[in-house]
């Protein structure tokens, strides 16, 4: 569910993948496997993409143990 919400909030900012990857210091491939499910999203990723984003981590922390 985790990744699903990722996406959404990306898209909604209307923020490339390569964009974001390249902010937050990562490859393009794995923010599109962290998206897809495919990895495990980490807490240290969520604190950069909520600084990102502007919004609290806290936000995230019910889906994350939901997705475990």
């Known amino acids: 569910m985790i990744h699903r919400t ?3 909030i ?3 900012h209307g923020v490339s993948q390569a964009e974001l990857a390249s902010e937050l210091h990562i ?3 794995y923010l599109c ?3 897809s499910g495919k990895k ?3 807490y ?3 604190e950069d993409f909520s600084k990102y984003f ?3 981590t806290s936000s995230f922390c ?3 143990t939901s997705d475990a």
């Open 40 to 42: 495990t999203v980490s």
């Open 62 to 64: 019910l889906l994350y």
């Open 27 to 29: 490859s393009k491939s």
């Open 33 to 35: 496997e962290l998206e």
């Open 44 to 46: 240290n990723f969520l």
């Open 6 to 8: 990722l996406k959404a």
């Open 10 to 12: 990306r898209k909604f």
């Open 54 to 56: 502007e919004i609290p």
